[in-house]
């Protein structure tokens, strides 16, 4: 069967999708990829066809806007006029475009929520189509939708979250998706509840790449809405780390990781500073991961070694402690690692996940990055690596999280929707 997966965003939300693809295509699927440009690369080197999507919205975020986006924090309000920005920046209507042509002789479309069009070319071409998420998305009455507030107001508040967040991601880019099904697809435009209520109706499965363990499925979400544990995707066997950091972890004890993202700019001064800071107020070892703070390479402290980019999964299980912004993979990687996590979000879904953290208790109270100082960081560095029944949680849940292979999980769920016998229009 030729299955195209429509899968938008940063590394983060893509790489799980590309091990998700990879066991598609390990079970007979031949499967296509559509993504950004910068991401051809490891979705050839994991076996699969590929087709470009134009538009990369990080392409905006380098400007004073885009970062003041990514400081959104847990503002609903400014989280989705900054994606209205970033839709308008990155030429949404090309993308739209592309996604028709990416799944061109397709039998079925599996997309991310960035790559939401893959449903609707999927509606168009008649072919039956699966929603992939990170992150909880299903109606329920147990618990509020992760980007609103949780207030103790009862089922009623909490179901009305979700009806409130699916419209106002509609009404995103209602009015170019409505032109578009109408002039592209010759499909009638939707109402303002959008595609949400028909994807219920028709009981299309919602399939999470996170492990129950971590977010128990509420009891009321609907029979085809599946966690089926992470899809990680496993580093290359002949991967090897870079020198220094081999030097680094041999020449002291084991070091705390720290990363924050695509943080740029001023904001990316002060983080550095705060993380150096904190790391010599305690007395540990750190290692700093990723762009934001590469620019002050030099004059770093013996005890700080700055680096780009490392697999995580090589790296956390020699760690103490993960500090990060709590986006989605990172912290799956940590949990999995069984490390103590230290979350510092900014916007979107991290605040969400800096509370399961501290839910499950394997990591400290997550810090608002508006409310990060030098004090509260060290606080939170020394309580992950000396609280021993943090550390003892934090490695039963990584060893359980060992155990489960998603990526085999979701894969029987999407072959069972797509092999089952269904009706002609």
């Given at each position: 069967m030729q299955v195209t997966m429509v899968a938008l965003g940063s590394r983060g939300d893509v790489q799980p999708m590309v091990a998700l693809g990879q066991?598609?295509?390990?079970?007979?699927?031949?499967?296509?990829?559509a993504s950004y440009a910068s991401f051809e690369g490891l979705v050839r080197?994991?076996?699969?066809?590929?087709?470009?999507?134009?538009g990369d919205p990080r392409q905006g975020l380098d400007d004073r806007a885009g970062q003041q986006w990514m400081e959104s924090g847990r503002s609903w309000l400014r989280f989705s006029r900054g994606m209205r920005r970033l839709a308008a920046f990155h030429e949404l209507e090309k993308s739209l475009a592309d996604t028709v042509a990416a799944c061109a002789g397709s039998e079925a479309v599996l997309y991310t929520a960035l790559g939401a069009a893959g449903?609707?070319?999927?509606?168009?071409?008649?072919?039956?189509?699966?929603?992939?998420?990170?992150?909880p998305m299903s109606r329920s009455r147990y618990e509020p939708c992760?980007?609103?507030?949780?207030?103790?107001?009862?089922?009623?508040?909490?179901?009305?979250?979700?009806?409130?967040?699916?419209?106002?991601?509609?009404?995103?880019?209602?009015?170019?998706?409505?032109?578009?099904?109408?002039?592209?697809l010759h499909l009638n435009p939707l109402p303002p509840?959008?595609?949400?209520?028909?994807?219920?109706?028709?009981?299309?499965?919602?399939?999470?790449?996170?492990s129950p363990q971590v977010v128990p499925p509420a009891p009321d979400w609907p029979a085809w809405h599946h966690a089926t544990g992470y899809w990680f995707l496993e580093r290359e066997a002949d991967w090897r780390p870079p020198a220094e950091l081999v030097a680094f972890l041999e020449d002291g004890p084991p070091p705390v990781s720290i990363g924050f993202g695509s943080m740029s700019g001023s904001l990316a001064r002060r983080l550095l500073?705060?993380?150096?800071?904190?790391?010599?107020?305690?007395?540990?070892?750190?290692?700093?991961?990723?762009?934001?703070?590469?620019?002050?390479?030099?004059?770093?402290?013996?005890?700080?070694?700055?680096?780009?980019?490392?697999?995580?999964d090589w790296l956390f299980p020699r760690v103490t402690a993960v500090v990060h912004h709590g986006g989605a993979g990172t912290t799956a990687a940590g949990l999995r690692a069984g490390r103590p996590t230290v979350v510092v979000p900014f916007m979107g879904d991290q605040p969400y996940w800096g509370r399961r953290v501290h839910a499950l208790g394997v990591g400290p109270k997550p810090i608002q990055r508006s409310e990060l100082t030098v004090r509260r960081?060290?606080?939170?560095?020394?309580?992950?690596?000396?609280?021993?029944?943090?550390?003892?949680?934090?490695?039963?849940?990584?060893?359980?999280?060992?155990?489960?292979?998603?990526?085999a999980n979701a894969v029987r769920v999407i072959r069972a929707y797509l092999e089952a016998p269904r009706g002609k229009d």
């Open positions: 066991g598609l295509s390990r079970h007979g699927f031949n499967v296509r990829m080197a994991h076996g699969m066809e590929f087709a470009r999507i134009e449903y609707h070319v999927a509606e168009m071409l008649k072919v039956p189509s699966i929603y992939l998420l990170l992150q992760l980007f609103m507030p949780p207030l103790p107001l009862g089922g009623a508040y909490n179901w009305w979250t979700y009806l409130l967040v699916e419209r106002m991601v509609w009404r995103t880019v209602q009015p170019i998706y409505n032109r578009w099904r109408r002039e592209a509840s959008g595609p949400f209520d028909g994807l219920y109706a028709r009981r299309e499965p919602f399939v999470y790449g996170f500073s705060l993380s150096v800071e904190a790391v010599q107020r305690t007395g540990l070892r750190a290692v700093l991961l990723g762009g934001w703070a590469a620019a002050e390479r030099e004059g770093m402290p013996d005890s700080v070694l700055v680096l780009d980019s490392i697999p995580h960081l060290s606080e939170a560095l020394v309580q992950a690596t000396t609280d021993t029944a943090m550390q003892q949680r934090a490695a039963s849940l990584g060893q359980a999280l060992a155990q489960e292979d998603g990526v």
